[in-house]
């Protein structure tokens, strides 16, 4: 029986003691860091989610570093993101959790999914999220000396340090023709 | 004047020329067909520009340049053993010419046991082989040579067996003595017709032609020098003249064993019609012909299909080619003494 | 006695010189390699010619993409990211712009959909014949390389008419495409379509193209030595695949039905009628012969997108400085080597508060150490080949 994407995520929800939300065609089922284990698998046995497509996290801070600070100030966290799939019907769910940001560690999901692996390393070296049972928690992208996890909103950009961003600028105008005097245009700048 | 060349240091000196410029040229020629030959087949032009719109002057242009390259050697290399390694290989692709008959007198020397001499010979460019690998210092070339030592030991048991089968038949190894018998096969009910060996020995044939491939290390049989593993395997380290000698003797081992082949199945110098004198004249010609569809051949095999892995071509040399070859034998045997 | 002590004592010699292990070797394939695919490096532990442990490592091409998106605007993104997987250039920018058009909630028109969906199956043609020519060159077969590269000359043709990039389209807008040939600040009222020959010139090739599928398949798929080199060599079982997310061509070789231009609707693919082709081992054979398969159905696919392609804008009405509004959302799509997916954040900014790009070749090859343990090493290059990534996807 193939469910739509509103009734398998309600379902899994409710089977996960997890908190669904629909948003724009993607549906996210937020769960707390201590069942995060016990929900997958359970995503993964019982509800036919077996396909591992992605594991990664948002860092949801106030103070940016990088990119403009966010309109309405929110609760600071990583939210951490895992999508699993079926591979029948193509319905994917969005298991995130909450991850205090002063030491955030949670349980390595190496064991219910083997595709875990790289995707738990990655996000260890981009935002210095523990996962404990990993077992080769070593870095995967950046070269060996490197010191500090670069995704963390808090992780300068050395070249807007050295230089600052000119912004979108105006697109020049050809040779002999007046420079164009409209907003950026939704074409691709010279920037 | 007939007393001057009949000298034997005269004959000396001009066999002495002839071999040491036939390697060179014979390279060249083959490596520029091979050029050109494959870019046919991938629809593509070849070499175009050197020597004008047609490119015959590319291999000696290649060969210019690798001439004056530096002479690197690398620091952990066996000095004497890296040097040596590449004048095996192409010594022995020289010293097979020299039974080969390219007319009834045109030959260096008509030796009673050529084609024990010839198989004997072209055993030791495996040795070159291994002594490149080893002391290279390098892992890449280690395995290179390693796995060539092992192709070419396997596939030198068929090479052999598949000859037997014609000196059975011709009953002599001199190989002027095969092409007299081919010539001759059916001279005592007065045809001059005579038969080429390929077509009763086929089997003979076949099995001599894939072992000689791998004996060359071409593809399919190049798992030694496999160039999309391990970069060039055991040649990674030579550059410059030594380098043009692995070359060289990559195309002057093809020219040779195609002219063993062709001696021993095609008749060699040999075809119906003409006379003795007229094959002196004409021999190489007709015996450079016969070698050019031999290597015609093997480029399009070249160039056609993939590489086998190293355990299946093992399988094919020990599992397939010798029982086959065996078989031959035994059926040759059989029936040449049950004709007679 | 005195002669059996001799003999015991020269059998335990023996067997004491032939218990002694010789040390394995660490081999280092690449980064510089003729074949791995761009600078991935293995570092193998061999025992002669068998592997015991390979650990690939790779991010020698990290580039930051994640990072750079946070500051950059939604069209100075789209001008990126068809540099992740630059053998399928076009493809990598469609669930971008779904993604941000998903969250304006904008319409795309129609005509705008089958020129996309036109140009994104050109880029899978693409994308398998640049396979169909490096894969047997691997194997040691020189010749089919240049057939399918001659041919895929005229699909990059094809595409440079219309974009004016063979590799990096950059033209996709949000809300549709470019107009085609250009269209600076100076020109932007003359909107222009597609090349007046770009349809019959399409048609054109598409049967050229299958009369290569056909040539490519004579000369490969019937020979022995192929045959030999990849039936039955890196077999990845259905739930295994799943369980490392490969996606693509190499899950639907291991015989699982899941094709995401089927079950999603990011494209219009549920207007035209193909084949999913599947595999049924799942090992090297199987992954080749299911893309040669896919090159065929997206020609149909093109074909008749081709001839049912209706008129209309090009475009939807957007705003000059495009904010795309708050909300979040993730995108799938089927690119050429697997699922390639964007996880776009916005705040309602020019730019992502986060985009996580999820490329197809980093879940395909972390699947290499179990798959590469115990195997020769010609079959390290046949298993990885037969993969078929690209670095600019694994490292981002």
């Known amino acids: 029986m193939t469910l739509s994407l509103d009734e398998l995520a309600a379902s899994v929800a409710t089977a996960t003691g997890g908190v669904v939300t629909m948003t724009f065609g993607t549906a996210k089922v937020k769960v707390s860091p201590e069942s995060w284990v016990a929900a997958l698998t359970a995503a993964r046995d019982d509800f036919g989610l077996v396909f591992f497509s992605w594991l990664s996290a948002v860092d949801w801070t106030n103070e940016v570093q990088v990119g403009d600070p966010l309109v309405e100030p929110v609760e600071e966290r990583y939210e951490l993101i895992a999508a699993v799939s079926d591979i029948s019907a193509g319905n994917i769910v969005l298991f995130t959790t909450d ?48 010191e500090g996890y670069p995704l963390q909103k808090s992780y300068p950009l050395l070249t807007r340090e050295v230089k600052p961003w000119p912004g979108t600028v105006d697109v020049e105008g050809m040779p002999g023709q007046a420079e164009s005097s409209d907003e950026p245009s939704e074409e691709n700048p010279e920037a | 004047m007939a007393d001057f060349f009949s000298s034997f240091w005269v004959q000396l000196v001009l066999k002495l020329v002839v071999a040491a410029t036939i390697i060179p040229v014979v390279g060249m020629v083959i490596g520029f067909a091979e050029m050109k030959l494959s870019a046919k087949m991938q629809s593509r032009v070849g070499p175009y520009f050197a020597g004008g719109r047609w490119g015959w002057a590319q291999l000696i242009a290649d060969g210019v340049k690798f001439f004056q390259k530096e002479d690197l050697i690398p620091a952990e290399a066996d000095r004497p053993v890296y040097k040596w ?119 003979g044939f076949g099995v001599f032609i894939i072992a000689s491939l791998a004996e060359l290390s071409r593809i399919p049989f190049d798992m030694p020098i496999a160039e999309s593993e391990l970069v060039m395997g055991y040649v990674t380290e030579y550059s410059g003249f030594r380098f043009l000698f692995f070359f060289l003797a990559e195309f002057a081992n093809m020219f040779s064993l195609s002219a063993i082949a062709a001696t021993l199945f095609l008749g060699g110098y040999w075809v119906p019609g003409l006379s003795e004198s007229q094959l002196n004249i004409f021999g190489p010609a007709i015996l450079f012909a016969k070698v050019g569809v031999l290597v015609f051949t093997m480029i399009w095999f070249r160039w056609t299909f993939p590489r086998f892995r190293e355990d299946q071509l093992q399988s094919i040399a020990w599992k397939w080619l010798v029982p086959i070859s065996l078989v031959n034998i035994m059926v040759t045997a059989v029936l040449k003494v049950a004709a007679a | 006695m005195v002669l059996e002590k001799d003999l015991v004592r020269h059998l335990v010699e023996a067997s004491v010189s032939v218990e002694l292990a010789t040390p394995d ?266 893309r040669l398969a896919e090159i065929r159905q997206s020609a149909r696919i093109i074909q008749q997108a081709v001839d049912g392609i209706p008129a209309g804008p090009l475009q939807a009405k957007v705003p000059k400085v495009i904010k795309v509004p708050k909300g979040e959302t993730y995108v799938r799509a089927e690119n050429p080597k697997g699922e390639m997916g964007y996880y776009l954040v916005s705040d309602g900014g020019q730019g992502p508060y986060r985009l996580k790009i999820r490329s197809a070749s980093f879940s395909n090859i972390s699947i290499l150490p179990w798959i590469l343990e115990g195997t020769l090493i010609p079959d390290i290059i046949a298993i990885m080949g037969s993969l078929d990534f690209v670095l600019g996807d694994v490292d981002r």
Not at chain 3, 28 to 53: C, F, W, Y
Request: net charge negative.
């Open chain 1, 99 to 146: 991850l205090p940001k002063a030491s955030p560690r949670i349980a390595s999901l190496v064991g219910v999914y083997a595709g875990a692996n790289w995707h738990e390393r990655e996000t260890h070296e981009m935002f210095g999220i523990d996962f404990s049972g990993h077992p080769n928690l070593i870095k995967l992208y950046l070269p060996d000396g490197f």
């Open chain 3, 25 to 290: 070797m660490t081999l280092n394939i690449g980064p510089q390699h003729p074949s791995t695919h761009g600078v991935l490096r293995l570092v193998a532990k061999v025992d002669g010619e068998r592997t015991t442990d390979v650990q690939p490592v790779i991010g020698y091409m990290h580039r930051g993409y994640e990072k750079i998106s946070e500051v950059r605007t939604y069209p100075q993104i789209t001008a990126l990211i068809n540099r992740i997987d630059w053998v399928s250039g076009y493809a990598n920018e469609i669930p971008f712009i779904v993604a941000a058009e998903r969250l304006m909630e904008l319409e795309v028109p129609e005509r705008a959909q089958y020129i996309r969906l036109i140009l994104t199956e050109m880029a899978r043609i693409s994308s398998h014949l640049v396979f169909m020519a490096s894969y047997p060159l691997e194997l040691g077969a020189a010749t089919p390389l240049f057939f399918a590269l001659r041919d895929r000359e005229r699909v990059l043709d094809l595409l440079e008419s219309v974009t004016g990039g063979r590799f990096h389209p950059n033209f996709n807008r949000i809300g549709g495409v470019k107009p085609a040939l250009g269209s600076g600040s100076a020109t932007r009222k003359m909107i222009q379509d597609l090349p007046k020959t770009f349809l019959p010139e399409t048609r054109d090739a598409m049967d050229r193209v299958l009369a290569t599928c056909d040539e490519i398949e004579d000369l490969v798929a019937g020979n022995e030595i192929i045959l030999a080199r990849t039936r039955g060599i890196g077999v990845i079982p259905a739930d295994v695949a799943a369980a490392y997310g490969l996606s693509g061509p190499n899950l639907r070789a291991s015989g699982v039905q899941f094709d995401l231009r089927k079950v999603s609707d990011y494209l219009p693919y549920d207007k035209f009628s193909f084949d999913i082709p599947i595999g049924t081992a799942g090992d090297c054979w199987d992954r080749w012969y299911v």
């Open chain 2, 85 to 203: 390694a590449p004048a095996l290989v192409l010594v022995s692709a020289v010293a097979i010419l020299v039974p080969i008959p390219l007319g009834p007198s045109v030959v260096a020397r008509n030796l009673d046991l050529g084609v024990f001499y010839v198989l004997a010979v072209s055993s030791l460019s495996t040795i070159g082989v291994l002594m490149a690998g080893w002391s290279s210092a390098n892992k890449y070339s280690l395995m290179g040579g390693l796995r060539a030592a092992g192709q070419l030991i396997a596939y030198e048991l068929p090479l052999i067996l598949a000859v037997v089968g014609v000196v059975i038949m011709a009953g002599t190894m001199s190989l002027t003595g095969i092409v007299e018998a081919q010539a001759g096969w059916f001279s005592e009910r007065g045809w001059s017709l005579g038969m080429p060996f390929i077509l009763v020995q086929f089997v």
